[in-house]
């Protein structure tokens, strides 16, 4: 079946530490995004990519960095300098049509709990 | 100003009414407009997807698109309890994606 993966579903950090969240796509999918969703506030983007190592800041990039080695591959680290990283992480992907994204596929989401 | 509003609700109703859910949006450059559904703690799922104004049915959800008015709809038909969740509306121009904030939907047995 073809899909986004994301992994673990829950996680919890302690203050001071970075955590990984993993993001895997097999739809063949050009660029891939990260969100994160806190109630109220709708999505806000972190990071994307539409190219291997290539990634642009979001809106809320500080605190957070990502890599992009593989095109299935968009894992997005959670440093300790992100002061309120308790959320829901949302990974998502589209294709590129015309240098234009097209609509967004979701992964399952990571809900991470800083303890 | 937000560049997409959205009411949150909560929007309760009973099993085989018709609901209507809406997004507000104050940029005319928005071309490109998403309806999805998010069940509790899971990932959002892709509803509908609509370019121009006019609407678009598939099966009991239907998307309205007035650019005219920058007022898009949701509409589900024949409700049922499998349709309770939060709907966010999303619109694009260029590259850029915007999203609503949500609408809680619960369709009561």
């Known amino acids: 079946d073809g899909g986004i993966t994301q992994s673990p579903k829950y996680l919890f950090r302690k203050e001071g530490q970075n955590v990984t969240l993993s993001c895997e796509q097999n739809?063949?999918?050009?660029?891939m995004y990260w969100y994160r969703q806190d109630p109220g506030q709708g999505l806000r983007l972190i990071y994307y990519?539409?190219?291997?190592?290539?990634?642009q800041k979001g809106d809320i990039a500080e605190g957070y960095s990502v890599s992009r080695e593989k095109k299935e591959s968009f894992p997005l680290t959670v440093t300790s300098a992100q002061k309120n990283p308790t959320a829901f992480y949302l990974c998502?992907?589209?294709?590129?049509?015309?240098?234009?994204?097209?609509?967004?596929?979701f992964g399952p989401g990571t809900r991470l709990t800083v303890l | 100003q937000k560049e997409v509003e959205q009411d949150p609700g909560p929007l309760s109703v009973p099993e085989g009414a018709i609901v209507s859910l809406n997004c507000t949006y104050s940029?005319?450059?928005?071309?490109?407009f998403m309806w999805y559904r998010q069940y509790s703690r899971k990932g959002p799922e892709l509803l509908m997807y609509?370019?121009?104004?006019g609407n678009k049915e598939d099966g009991r959800f239907t998307a309205q698109v007035d650019k005219s008015s920058k007022y898009i709809s949701l509409f589900i038909r024949d409700s049922q309890p499998s349709d309770s969740a939060t709907y966010l509306c999303?619109?694009?121009?260029?590259?850029?994606?915007?999203f609503g904030t949500g609408t809680s939907l619960t369709v009561i047995p």
């Open positions: 998502a992907s589209s294709t590129i049509a015309g240098g234009l994204y097209n609509e967004q596929f």
């Open positions: 739809l063949n999918h050009d660029a």
């Open positions: 990519s539409q190219i291997v190592n290539d990634f």
């Open positions: 940029n005319s450059a928005f071309q490109y």
């Open positions: 609509t370019y121009s104004s």
């Open positions: 999303a619109m694009k121009t260029g590259n850029q994606f915007y």
